[in-house]
């Protein structure tokens, strides 16, 4: 298992959400964004991206060489 760290400027919460309570992501977004993004969920009102964490870390992996 591998364990990485990113700096960040603000964490605004933390929350655990169910696949079922995703909105289909916008048909706006690249191909390549779309690969990072499983699809939208509802925070506050507000439409917050729920991004594929396995695709992200996959694609980091593969640029870094691990």
């Excluded at 655990?16 to 779309?34: K, N, Y």
Aim: aromatic share 10%; proline share 3%.
């Amino acid at each position: 298992q591998q364990y990485y760290v990113f700096p960040v400027d603000e964490v605004g919460g933390v929350d655990r959400i169910d696949d079922t309570h995703l909105d289909a992501a916008p048909a706006t977004l690249s191909q390549a964004q779309a690969e990072f993004v499983k699809g939208l969920v509802k925070i506050d009102n507000l439409a917050v991206a729920y991004l594929n964490a396995a695709q992200i870390f996959n694609a980091f992996e593969e640029a870094i060489g691990v």
